[in-house]
């Protein structure tokens, strides 16, 4: 008689596409878990536009079909009720207030993980008006003391919430897979083309795509940038680059299902964003024997560089210093096998491994 398998919820906030951020790596981990001992749910507020792209057949997804947050929640419930689930794991400063919340109404006596993907006080800061500022902060404080685990997807990520409260739940730092195991042993970098940067992101003010233009200014006709990603910042930095004059060096790629395409022919890839909880893409280009020039003062991209060891790292907000270190990065690079090597440690079999025994210890004390 086959042993009962653990059941796992994941809850995700969000619909139509299952794109950035906590998707992948939620699709990561669910990928990657052992079937034969647990059984994965993927439980999502809204409606998905189709099915999720790489996801495995024996993962269960429930669409709640809800617009938001508050009017999803007593779906949500229900839904706890009906799995009954053994672990659930969530998402992000809203999602997690919402599952400590649900849990308690449910009645399941599931063991609660709370995931915090991003650095709270540059997002409060800089994303949210100071009156939902103060209410998420406040949430902080009140509900994640009641989870039974604390996962941050980076040590500068889990240090920053412990300015909101002192009373954080037992915790654990477990970086982001990045890509299929498979896909890490698979990825060979093809021929460089010379001068070639990429950038990939969402283009949102905060990830400041615009010092990365702007940098091109200090690198000679040689040097170009492909943007890669799409979003609400799009139409201003089009404008920025044709200011600039710099319409033959710049190309706008829009988003890509395939962004390997370009880690493979890049030199370098950079990454100017304000801030990163961990910063997935830096991985992704490793992978591929790019050169890595990221933002020191962004938080957690300097720890997933060993501090400058695995890439190169410039003073944030100067574009100056940006295309000084993308000249750095082609004088000086980094051994290109090492930075594969590296790069290939950040799988999905691997992470799935860490939550896996996370999840055993947990349940071991239920």
């Avoid at 709270?120 to 100071?130: Q, V």
């Avoid at 509900?143 to 919430?161: I, N, Q």
């Avoid at 790629?253 to 964003?273: K, M, T």
């Avoid at 020039?293 to 410039?314: D, I, K, M, R």
Wanted: proline fraction near 5%; hydrophobic fraction near 45%; include cysteine.
């Amino acid at each position: 008689m086959s042993a009962v398998k653990a059941k796992i919820l994941f809850f995700y906030f969000g619909d139509e596409n299952f794109r950035y951020g906590v998707a992948q790596v939620y699709l990561h981990v669910l990928n990657g878990l052992d079937k034969s001992r647990f059984e994965p749910y993927l439980v999502v507020t809204g409606r998905l536009a189709s099915p999720i792209h790489g996801l495995s057949e024996d993962v269960h997804v429930v669409e709640l079909n809800k617009p938001g947050l508050k009017k999803s929640f007593f779906s949500y419930v229900a839904t706890i009720r009906k799995i009954k689930p053994d672990v659930i794991v969530s998402a992000m400063e809203h999602p997690n207030a919402i599952s400590v919340l649900a849990r308690w109404l449910s009645g399941v006596k599931a063991k609660l993980i709370l995931t915090s993907h991003g650095v709270l006080s540059a997002r409060i800061a800089h994303m949210w008006r100071k009156k939902e500022g103060l209410i998420i902060s406040t949430a902080v404080k009140v509900f994640y003391p009641f989870a039974d685990h604390l996962v941050g997807v980076s040590r500068y990520v889990r240090d920053d919430l412990l300015k909101f409260t002192n009373k954080l739940p037992p915790s654990s730092v477990i970086y982001n897979p990045v890509f299929p195991e498979r896909v890490g042993r698979e990825i060979l970098p093809a021929e460089k083309e010379k001068g070639l940067i990429v950038t990939s992101s969402r283009l949102a003010a905060l990830k400041c795509i615009d010092e990365a233009v702007r940098a091109l200014q200090y690198l000679d006709e040689g040097y170009r940038l492909v943007i890669l990603g799409d979003g609400p910042e799009q139409a201003r930095l089009q404008t920025l680059v044709g200011q600039l004059g710099l319409k033959p060096r710049v190309e706008f790629a829009g988003y890509v299902d395939d962004p390997f395409y370009w880690y493979r022919l890049a030199e370098i890839l950079v990454l100017p964003s304000m801030w990163e909880g961990f910063g997935n893409v830096l991985i992704e280009a490793m992978s591929c024997g790019c050169q890595i020039v990221a933002n020191s003062q962004a938080g957690a991209p300097s720890e997933v560089l060993c501090n400058g060891e695995y890439g190169f790292l410039y003073e944030g907000g100067n574009a100056e210093s940006l295309a000084n270190n993308v000249l750095k990065a082609r004088s000086e690079p980094k051994d290109r096998q090492s930075l594969i090597n590296y790069a290939s440690e950040f799988t999905d079999v691997r992470v799935a491994r860490q939550y896996e025994q996370l999840f055993d210890s947990l349940l071991m004390d239920a």
